[in-house]
């Protein structure tokens, strides 16, 4: 089942839903303290030249894929909270 994000706030906090966590998780924290590290190049676009059927160029189908290589770490760790069952 797929569900839309929805932000809005929980304690007068700013506070968003996710269709890639389940139902009834919360994550919380101060997103101030997660530090991303990007590797490589960053974000890489590829344009695949060649198509399954060879059809795509007449079908006006462009084939993309992105890679990202990261890598995610928390400062101060006991920022952060998650709680399961939560309604």
Request: aromatic share 14%; net charge neutral; proline share 5%.
């Amino acid at each position: 089942m797929s569900r839309a994000a929805v932000a809005s706030t929980l304690i007068d906090y700013p506070a968003q839903s996710s269709s890639n966590i389940s139902p009834g998780y919360l994550f919380a924290g101060a997103w101030r303290y997660l530090v991303i590290a990007l590797w490589g190049g960053g974000l890489e676009l590829q344009v695949s030249p060649y198509g399954v059927d060879g059809q795509q160029f007449q079908k006006g189908i462009i084939g993309i894929r992105t890679f990202l290589t990261m890598d995610a770490a928390t400062i101060y760790p006991s920022a952060f909270q998650y709680a399961a069952n939560v309604t």
